[in-house]
């Protein structure tokens, strides 16, 4: 039985898995650890295993071991990336998901999240990259910051496309520019993979499932299931 944790920007998610099978899934606050101890504590035989963007906590914060996603090891997957060194183990791990709900399969991953990022995973399981945008509170944030009277609004998924206010405007300009962006991003991918399957993850995630006119895939827990993934593999090489 493998627990798995993923400690993002804004929130720790966590998930219990029996092989292949999700049993139970969760999202805590970084720091607040009881849960996990309380899963640790009914079954104590359980592998742990995290990825963090963060500091990643003690074992004696945690009260139990684990193990660390390293991108040094063997992966179920080969990675073309130039920079390895510098590849956010969510973005792989989400990748790696993909790999298990469509193996053999070239998919494009698009996490949702602080930053917005996509990813292509080709059907020999070759990881090539992608590219990295910034998330709906990113730009919110950055109108405000870099402008002089820009006010800091709140997101909402406005109808139509014409915004009658400023704040309106702001929303529309958002809304628009990520559905423009994820749309020549799917159909530039389709070209070169016409059997790409297109799989949607992260924390806004619905307002593209809302909003794409395309056919995706939603996975809402796509980078625990690939870190899953990444952990039965391991398993696998030392059996």
């Not at 219990?16 to 009914?42: N, V």
């Not at 799917?186 to 790409?196: A, R």
């Amino acid at each position: 039985m493998n627990g798995i944790i993923d400690i993002g920007n804004t929130a720790v998610k966590w998930a219990l898995f029996d092989g292949t099978e999700l049993l139970e899934a969760g999202r805590i606050s970084y720091g607040q650890w009881e849960k996990l101890q309380e899963i640790h504590t009914k079954y104590p035989s359980i592998y742990w295993f995290m990825s963090s963007v963060q500091l990643e906590p003690t074992e004696k914060e945690l009260g139990f071991s684990y193990q660390v996603l390293n991108l040094s090891e063997s992966l179920p997957v080969t990675i073309c990336y130039e920079t390895p060194s510098t590849l956010g183990r969510d973005r792989l791990a989400a990748i790696c998901g993909a790999k298990h709900l469509f193996p053999n399969t070239a998919c494009l991953v698009i996490d949702a999240g602080t930053c917005i990022t996509y990813d292509l995973l080709d059907s020999e399981n070759k990881y090539h990259g992608g590219s990295i945008s910034p998330g709906i509170q990113m730009r919110l944030k950055a109108m405000h910051e870099f402008t002089g009277k820009l006010p800091l609004i709140d997101w909402e998924d406005l109808d139509g496309f014409i915004g009658d206010s400023t704040k309106a405007s702001m929303l529309q300009g958002i809304k628009q520019g990520l559905l423009g962006e994820s749309t020549r991003q799917i159909d530039l991918y389709t070209e070169k993979y016409p059997d790409l399957r297109v799989l949607i993850t992260g924390g806004d995630s619905p307002f593209f499932e809302k909003n794409l006119k395309k056919d995706i895939f939603a996975a809402p827990n796509l980078v625990l299931i690939g870190l899953n993934t990444i952990q039965n593999y391991k398993q696998s090489l030392n059996a």
